[in-house]
């Protein structure tokens, strides 16, 4: 049985004209879906709304143990103002230096270069102090360094 598409008064239906805007719109949804960035998502990225009280972490004076090598899936360098003194911390440890940063992130980029890099800057260090470390990673070679805002 043979449809006919077209009205009496000449033009044709509806349907037979969103045919074509269908088609595009799908190729538009495959383009953008094979061309988006599956990169980290910053929500992900350690911030003062998702962390956890120190209630909650126990009131242990110890600091957190070290991950083995093979289990670090990231590094925080947090930034701490303490007077006029910044203080370092490596994945919650502390460190004395922006050299031992350094030395640090060598040896962890030699083993796996695709390490994400946090640096989580206190809202009372300046932007230098926080870049100034931001810089030492990109200079080290880690591919990903994040800074965390607030």
């Known amino acids: 049985m043979k449809t006919n598409y077209s009205n009496p008064r000449g033009r044709t239906s509806l349907d037979s004209m969103m045919t074509p805007m269908i088609d595009v719109v799908f190729l538009l949804l495959v383009f953008f879906l094979t061309t988006s960035s599956f990169q980290r998502l910053e929500k992900l990225l350690p911030s003062s709304v998702s962390a956890k009280s120190d209630s ?4 242990s004076n110890e600091p957190p143990p070290s991950p083995p090598q093979e289990d670090i899936h990231d590094c925080v360098i947090k930034l701490k103002a303490q007077g006029n003194q910044i203080q370092y911390q490596w994945n919650g440890l502390e460190v004395a230096s922006l050299q031992e940063i350094q030395e640090r ?12 890099i946090i640096v989580d800057p206190e809202d009372s260090i300046l932007a230098g102090d926080a870049l100034g ?9 880690a591919s990903a360094v994040y800074m965390v805002a607030r």
């Open 56 to 59: 909650a972490l126990g009131d």
């Open 105 to 116: 992130l060598a040896a962890i980029l030699k083993v796996r270069a695709d390490v994400p």
């Open 133 to 141: 470390v931001y810089d030492i990673a990109k200079r080290s070679g």
